[in-house]
């Protein structure tokens, strides 16, 4: 790529001892980052920043109860309301439930992401994504990542939102999160208010659950 990643580093570790810190690199996350711009100390974000999934890129409908076997379906993995303008790189992991069902399809990254993470199971997916030369402009609602594809059989599922195992950009908070930039990480808080709880729900997952639109997700988080 051609940008002095070794020297980047040796900066960090010297600011960092500076600071009378360890010097260590902060995880996949600016790993997937660190090719596309320089690393430095990050400073800890607040803000309202929530990681969501939905069915509709507006994060308005997260209970699908109306699914038909052989039928297309999109899954939408969103940050809603970011303090920041930008995400430059995000991680998380997104457990997909299937309910023993069979679904076919694809996930595309936004800005055409690079992904460092491990996608190769399906229901138990790690994204760890750099953004490259293109970072994500920020929004009420910003797609991460989008699922396309079909729904083969099956009664339903769901979704639930948890840290990036063994994250070393939010060891505090052990939370998903995303890059500003490379100074500015933002741990975010996980839509349904704790990792045990599913975001999203599809299918006869839906039955006795209220569907949380971002509105209700806002008015949660105030």
Not at 142 to 163: E, I, K
Not at 185 to 200: H, K, N, R, T
Request: glycine content about 10%; overall charge negative; some cysteine.
């Amino acid at each position: 790529m051609g940008y002095p990643v070794d020297r980047d580093i040796d900066r960090l570790s010297r600011r960092q001892c500076m600071l009378g810190r360890r010097p260590q690199v902060r995880s996949r996350l600016l790993t997937a980052a660190v090719l596309w711009f320089a690393a430095a100390v990050p400073a800890w974000a607040g803000g309202p920043d929530v990681m969501a999934v939905a069915f509709d890129p507006q994060g308005t409908l997260t209970c699908a109860d109306q699914i038909t076997a052989g039928g297309d379906l999109s899954v939408y993995l969103l940050l809603l309301d970011a303090s920041q303008p930008q995400v430059s790189a995000w991680e998380c992991r997104l457990e997909w439930d299937q309910m023993g069902g069979t679904f076919v399809g694809a996930w595309e990254l936004a800005n055409n992401g690079l992904n460092i993470g491990d996608l190769s199971d399906p229901a138990d997916l790690l994204f760890a994504v750099g953004t490259g030369a293109q970072p994500i402009a920020t929004g009420g609602v910003t797609v991460l990542a989008h699922w396309s594809g079909l729904f083969l059989s099956g009664s339903g599922s769901r979704f639930y939102l948890h840290p990036y195992p063994g994250t070393q950009s939010f060891p505090d908070e052990q939370l998903p999160g995303y890059a500003a930039d490379a100074a500015t990480l933002v741990p975010c808080q996980i839509a349904s208010g704790d990792e045990s709880a599913p975001v999203a729900l599809l299918g006869s997952a839906c039955a006795g659950s209220e569907d949380l639109s971002w509105s209700d997700v806002k008015n949660r988080y105030q």
